[in-house]
């Protein structure tokens, strides 16, 4: 059952990918990376993480707001997609491990070019 959920949320994850590249017009969704989603056991919730390259918080929140009000497109769309008894009510999440990754890099550097 392990090995259905994680292919189940590599598709889902595909195809948000997708629709937000082809499908959402709300500027404020442009430049959007999903980064991956996590399905409850029974495939009922979904949360997507996505990151934004902004580190400005007014960015994050005008994208968190984009992506909520295009839930409802994002999710018809991935019913008419992939074929699932029920289609998962999705929930966004920003993914802070791509701005702590960045935040690394960046000590680092310092680090480096004290030495």
Do not use: C
């Amino acid at each position: 059952m392990k090995h259905r959920i994680e292919r189940v949320e590599t598709q889902i994850q595909r195809e948000i990918d997708d629709i937000i590249l082809k499908d959402v017009n709300d500027p404020r969704v442009q430049g959007v990376t999903i980064t991956g989603v996590k399905l409850t056991g029974d495939l009922q919730q979904a949360t997507v993480y996505f990151s934004v390259l902004s580190e400005k918080a007014s960015d994050v929140q005008a994208t968190q707001a984009g992506l909520d009000k295009a839930r409802g497109l994002i999710r018809r769309e991935v019913a008419q997609r992939i074929r699932l008894f029920k289609v998962p009510e999705i929930t966004f999440v920003q993914d802070e491990s791509v701005r702590y990754g960045s935040h690394i890099d960046k000590l680092l550097a310092e680090l480096n070019s004290k030495e």
